[in-house]
């Protein structure tokens, strides 16, 4: 999924704002093999031109990012260090963070697993706002990520330890299968796990109509937010 570079400009604005960001993601890596980097979450020109990028070489998660300290691509990266085979072909919780004090810092699963930037700092002085947000792939198309993304957010912060660890450990037990059942029932929304969809077999059989609903997400896609008016256009709809 790739936005425009006019929707895509407002990361620009927030983040260049405040200096710092996170870029939060839950991803299942398809396997342990790909590199390149494989792009999971870009925000460039091309492969050789961006702001940022969350990716993946084999077992490691990478970090580029432009400041004044590093090169217009982002290089040197901040990664996972090889020998720990931090990245899995499993679903994992991973957050990127930077702050112009501390640099950049990668948690996975609520752990810092990255040792001390081995750049300074820096600013996001030299930030471009005609670069396009990309999930899974490269501006340029020719970054793919073999994966899942269930979950892709960019904060204006740097989170803190605490915050990051905070998060891993809440969206872990609202995704267990009796939490997520129990939300599901109260909100009339759907479960987010088959393990908590098997638990509601009585709701199913006594709601035939959410039944039927649920049973077409089998087929659903990604809703793609191609231009800036989408929100507009979806809530008119």
Known sequence: AQGSTTASAKLYDLITATGEFSVEAWVAPGNVTQDGPA???SYAGDGNSRNFML?????????QLRTSATGLNGDPALSTPSADEVLQATLQHVVATYSPIDGRSIYVNGELVTNTD???????????DTFAFVLGN????????QGTIRLAAIHRRALTPEQEL????????????????RWALISNY?????????LMSDYLAENPTYKKAFDLLQYS???????????DVRRLM
């Open 221 to 231: 896609t990604y809703e793609a937010q191609w231009c800036p008016c989408y929100e």
């Open 166 to 181: 905070a998060a891993w450990l809440f969206v872990k037990w609202f995704t267990e299968p009796e939490q997520n059942r």
């Open 138 to 145: 490269e501006a340029s198309s020719d970054g793919l990520w």
């Open 39 to 41: 792009r999971i979450v």
């Open 118 to 128: 081995p750049v300074p700092g820096g600013s996001l002085v030299d930030w471009q």
């Open 55 to 63: 990716g993946q070489t084999l077992y490691d998660y990478d970090f």
């Open 190 to 198: 759907f479960p987010v796990r088959h393990s908590a969809a098997d």
